[in-house]
């Protein structure tokens, strides 16, 4: 099955500057990615995310690249607030009927004021 | 929109009771809801699919005479945890999709947070 690996564990930067989360996958068959960020005792809410047919998706501060032969995306995040500090989790889809996702380990993120 | 509502938030409750927790969709129809377990500072590790109508399908190592799952109505997800120990304890969130398709984002519940005492 699907196994989908994270780093870092956790990640502090300062206020401003960007924040970067790598994931690698190891379906080939997977083709949707999202990213989650969890605050602390609340659901995990989706940010963005990626289909295979796009390489990178840009939202205002966020933005995501895929690279389907290396099987890895990543999450940037630019300008970071203290409002960014959160726990991110990306996911992959994995085949199969009920498209179950499939989380990575999740990164605890920092922003320092 | 896309609203799922879970419930309760908090439970705790003796060890060797049962306890039931919803999930319903509140604005859209899940034929599928997903049920996830985290521990703490712990990703979300995937415990079940409820499929509506059919039997829930359960990943490797998650007991399925120990977390019972009814999905009867298309809104409406249980998870039921028997006989509840100790090692139960944890925070169970369910999720649901909007539409069918592989690309189609899950939308999470508020959580319950389980203590067995």
């Known amino acids: 099955g699907e196994n989908v690996e994270q780093h870092p564990s956790t990640l502090s930067v300062q206020e401003g500057d960007s924040a970067v989360i790598k994931c690698t996958y190891s379906?080939?068959?997977?083709?949707?990615f999202p990213w989650y960020k969890q605050e602390l005792g609340k659901r995990p809410q989706l940010i963005i995310d990626?289909?295979?047919?796009?390489g990178e998706k840009k939202d205002q501060r966020i933005a995501v690249t895929l690279n389907k032969t290396a099987k890895h995306f990543s999450l940037h995040i630019t300008e970071t607030q203290p409002e960014d500090s959160a726990v991110y989790f990306c996911?992959?889809?994995?085949?199969?009927?009920?498209?179950?996702?499939?989380f990575g380990t999740g990164t605890r993120l920092k922003v320092l004021a | 929109g896309a609203v799922v509502s879970q419930h309760p938030s908090r439970v705790i409750c003796k060890s060797g009771t049962s306890v039931k927790i919803e999930c319903r969709s509140l604005?859209?129809?899940?034929?599928?809801m997903f049920w996830y377990r985290q521990f703490p500072k712990k990703s979300l590790m995937l415990m079940a699919t409820s499929n509506e109508g059919s039997k829930a399908t359960y990943e490797q190592g998650v007991e399925k005479d120990k977390f019972l799952i009814n999905h009867a109505s298309l809104t409406l997800s249980t998870l039921t945890v028997t006989s509840a120990h100790p090692e139960d304890s944890s925070f169970y969130i369910c999720s649901a999709r909007v539409g069918q398709g592989v690309n189609s984002p899950l939308h999470f519940g508020n959580g319950t947070r389980l203590t067995v005492t």
């Open positions: 990626i289909r295979s047919n796009v």
């Open positions: 604005d859209f129809q899940a034929t599928t």
């Open positions: 379906d080939s068959a997977s083709n949707y």
């Open positions: 996911a992959a889809s994995s085949s199969g009927g009920t498209y179950k996702y499939i």
